[in-house]
């Protein structure tokens, strides 16, 4: 049996079609903006009051959170003020810190407020968030 050898490359057989590689890689292109555009920020939006001598704090603190529009969170959950209570007396440790994020809308008698519930609990370290200037 003679079997042929094809000494020649056919025509076009040699060459990389560019055409379907250039329309995957748009299609890979427009997929991962497409997704990275939906990918969502839990979080509130707060806007922090500014201070010249804002400090630093490394330490793990229990975060309570004040929104504009005056409701309270904490750790990022939406409580009552008698929640809020209950929560931090059982979660309250001799060495726990607490952390109060109030957008700069807030009036100061609900930061005084939350800052009087922590004392009457028993915390001795309550700080108040702010951006630096």
């Known amino acids: 049996m003679k079997f042929k ?4 490359l056919e025509h076009g057989v040699g060459q990389l079609e560019t055409i ?18 939906f ?6 939006q707060i806007k922090l009051p500014r201070a010249v001598t804002s400090e630093v704090l490394n330490e793990r603190n ?6 504009p529009e005056n409701i309270f969170y ?10 809020l209570k209950n929560r931090i007396g059982k979660i309250k440790t001799p060495d726990t810190s607490v952390l109060i994020k109030a957008d700069k809308k807030v ?3 609900k930061v005084a407020q939350i800052w009087d519930l ?7 370290k309550v700080n108040v968030a702010t951006n630096q200037e």
Do not use: M, N, W, Y
């Open 5 to 8: 050898r094809h000494l020649q």
């Open 20 to 37: 379907p590689l250039i329309t995957i890689i748009f299609q890979l292109l427009l997929f991962f903006v497409l997704t990275s555009s």
């Open 39 to 44: 990918i969502f920020q839990p979080g509130l």
């Open 62 to 67: 229990l975060v309570i959170t004040i929104s």
């Open 74 to 83: 904490l750790d990022g959950k939406a409580v009552t003020l008698d929640e």
């Open 107 to 109: 009036l100061l008698g």
């Open 118 to 124: 922590c004392r009457e609990i028993g915390l001795e």
